[in-house]
């Protein structure tokens, strides 16, 4: 199996849906001697901003000399960023190799009647076999959807547990009501193992206390006014928090400081649990870790900006960002939205602030909401706004469009986000070459 052939694999195994449960990665990881078993877990659960919280920790403790697992989805750029060791992403060869074995295990279980494992448990099992032969020291785990019946939850050998902003999102799996998601996502919580929280919606917050007392898990809750003297930037955010002052990040986006503050008490448990962290690895952990596609800058003057901004709750923090950092400058949007989302509720949240909104489809997915028919739901809001026929076309309106002071932001799902990212920075590099020089300078 070749890397083409490995993609066009992964890609058959979407027929197989999403099926909730741990039954069949159970079977999966048991026919590959479970993996999962000799590794070292922080288990990640929420709706927004886990991935942060886990690019957070991840790069704290590499920089504290630990060799660390990462496994996240959705990607921005290339499938196999979803597992990454030490920073770097698996190999081709690796990929290639582990999933020839995994597709045999799978094979053997569908030919004895059991149900062929998804796309996203036979990519956990994988993932599983590659940390182990890594031999990652620790392995920062983000849950897929939900949290007790993810695929993920497999683990027994968490040294911590987290759980971040928890809102609506994935109803149709997860429950309609905060509480049942939170009941989900509390899910992690593995019995006499730490959980730090976010301070999340009181009806949220006591699905996850009364699961935390029930397991005999000592729960740490973390409040964003627990962090004093802010000093918020676009690129660069500076903040004290306990014993530590001036703490910088270059992520940007106000709730980015919560964040932050949970991964830190999520290091501080992990130094208790044979996993000790300097403070000079914190700090400077901290100020190197990225994070593409959550309200990141790749270009300046004019400013744009990207974000996986996909529901109601991550838009009302991308608008407050927009209003808290770009006040009285022109904004324009460049949106894209699946059509299984609440589109509606993104678009009431976000379009007050832009002057000209933008929408696109991602190519070639089927859960794209058509660009044609997202700028008719958007008309309902806002006056101003075109449909564009490619992100190519998305990116040079949207300049036309700008001056130097204005602020372009694409936002909605991730899955477009990557190929607009390629798109502005090959622009601007074109741009570079033919002037001999930025113009970003």
């Given at each position: 199996?070749?890397?083409?052939?490995?993609?066009?694999?992964?890609?058959?195994?979407?027929?197989?849906?999403?099926?909730?449960?741990?039954?069949?990665?159970?079977?999966?990881?048991?026919?590959?001697?479970?993996?999962?078993?000799?590794?070292?877990?922080?288990?990640?659960?929420?709706?927004?901003?886990?991935?942060?919280?886990?690019?957070?920790?991840?790069?704290?403790?590499?920089?504290?000399?630990?060799?660390?697992?990462?496994?996240?989805?959705?990607?921005?750029?290339?499938?196999?960023?979803?597992?990454?060791?030490?920073?770097?992403?698996?190999?081709?060869?690796?990929?290639?190799?582990?999933?020839?074995?995994?597709?045999?295990?799978?094979?053997?279980?569908?030919?004895?009647?059991?149900?062929?494992?998804?796309?996203?448990?036979?990519?956990?099992?994988?993932?599983?076999?590659?940390?182990?032969?890594?031999?990652?020291?620790?392995?920062?785990?983000?849950?897929?959807?939900?949290?007790?019946?993810?695929?993920?939850?497999?683990?027994?050998?968490?040294?911590?547990?987290?759980?971040?902003?928890?809102?609506?999102?994935?109803?149709?799996?997860?429950?309609?009501?905060?509480?049942?998601?939170?009941?989900?996502?509390?899910?992690?919580?593995?019995?006499?193992?730490?959980?730090?929280?976010?301070?999340?919606?009181?009806?949220?917050?006591?699905?996850?206390?009364?699961?935390?007392?029930?397991?005999?898990?000592?729960?740490?809750?973390?409040?964003k006014e627990e962090a004093k003297n802010i000093r918020y930037g676009v690129e660069k955010q500076k903040f004290d928090y306990k014993q530590y002052k001036k703490l910088e990040i270059t992520l940007a986006g106000q709730y980015q400081i919560a964040n932050c503050i949970l991964a830190i008490e999520a290091l501080f448990i992990l130094s208790e649990r044979g996993f000790p962290i300097k403070e000079s690895a914190l700090r400077e952990g901290l100020k190197k870790t990225v994070w593409k596609g959550r309200f990141s800058v790749i270009a300046k003057k004019p400013f744009f900006i990207v974000d996986g901004a996909h529901n109601e709750d991550a838009a009302k923090k991308l608008a407050s960002s927009v209003r808290f950092y770009f006040t009285n400058k022109k904004i324009i949007y460049i949106m894209g939205i699946l059509k299984d989302k609440e589109y509606?509720?993104?678009?009431?949240?976000?379009?007050?602030?832009?002057?000209?909104?933008?929408?696109?489809?991602?190519?070639?997915?089927?859960?794209?909401?058509?660009?044609?028919?997202?700028?008719?739901?958007?008309?309902?809001?806002?006056?101003?706004?075109?449909?564009?026929?490619?992100?190519?076309?998305?990116?040079?309106?949207?300049?036309?469009?700008?001056?130097?002071?204005?602020?372009?932001?694409?936002?909605?799902?991730?899955?477009?986000?990557?190929?607009?990212?390629?798109?502005?920075?090959?622009?601007?590099?074109?741009?570079?070459?033919?002037?001999?020089?930025?113009?970003?300078?």
């Amino acid at each position: 199996m070749n890397y083409k052939d490995a993609l066009t694999y992964i890609e058959e195994t979407g027929k197989y849906g999403s099926v909730p449960g741990l039954e069949s990665i159970k079977e999966l990881c048991l026919r590959l001697g479970n993996p999962q078993d000799e590794l070292s877990f922080v288990h990640i659960a929420g709706t927004n901003g886990k991935g942060s919280v886990l690019a957070y920790i991840s790069t704290v403790l590499q920089e504290a000399g630990y060799w660390v697992g990462r496994y996240i989805s959705p990607t921005i750029s290339d499938y196999r960023e979803r597992i990454q060791v030490g920073g770097k992403m698996i190999s081709k060869e690796g990929l290639c190799r582990h999933l020839e074995t995994v597709k045999k295990a799978a094979e053997e279980m569908a030919a004895e009647g059991k149900p062929h494992p998804t796309a996203f448990e036979m990519e956990t099992a994988l993932a599983f076999l590659y940390f182990k032969e890594k031999k990652c020291d620790i392995v920062v785990l983000e849950t897929g959807l939900g949290g007790s019946l993810d695929a993920t939850n497999l683990v027994t050998t968490t040294a911590v547990s987290v759980i971040a902003s928890i809102s609506r999102d994935h109803m149709a799996f997860l429950g309609d009501t905060l509480a049942e998601i939170a009941e989900n996502k509390a899910g992690i919580i593995k019995t006499g193992v730490p959980v730090v929280s976010m301070e999340q919606e009181p009806e949220a917050m006591q699905v996850i206390r009364r699961t935390a007392e029930e397991k005999g898990s000592r729960l740490v809750i973390i409040s964003k006014e627990e962090a004093k003297n802010i000093r918020y930037g676009v690129e660069k955010q500076k903040f004290d928090y306990k014993q530590y002052k001036k703490l910088e990040i270059t992520l940007a986006g106000q709730y980015q400081i919560a964040n932050c503050i949970l991964a830190i008490e999520a290091l501080f448990i992990l130094s208790e649990r044979g996993f000790p962290i300097k403070e000079s690895a914190l700090r400077e952990g901290l100020k190197k870790t990225v994070w593409k596609g959550r309200f990141s800058v790749i270009a300046k003057k004019p400013f744009f900006i990207v974000d996986g901004a996909h529901n109601e709750d991550a838009a009302k923090k991308l608008a407050s960002s927009v209003r808290f950092y770009f006040t009285n400058k022109k904004i324009i949007y460049i949106m894209g939205i699946l059509k299984d989302k609440e589109y509606e509720k993104i678009i009431a949240q976000t379009c007050q602030m832009a002057e000209q909104i933008i929408t696109v489809a991602t190519p070639g997915n089927a859960r794209a909401m058509p660009a044609y028919e997202l700028a008719k739901a958007v008309k309902e809001y806002h006056p101003n706004v075109s449909a564009a026929d490619s992100l190519e076309e998305a990116v040079e309106m949207s300049y036309l469009l700008a001056d130097r002071d204005s602020v372009i932001i694409a936002f909605g799902s991730l899955s477009f986000l990557g190929q607009l990212m390629t798109i502005v920075e090959n622009r601007h590099t074109i741009r570079r070459d033919s002037h001999g020089r930025s113009e970003e300078n």
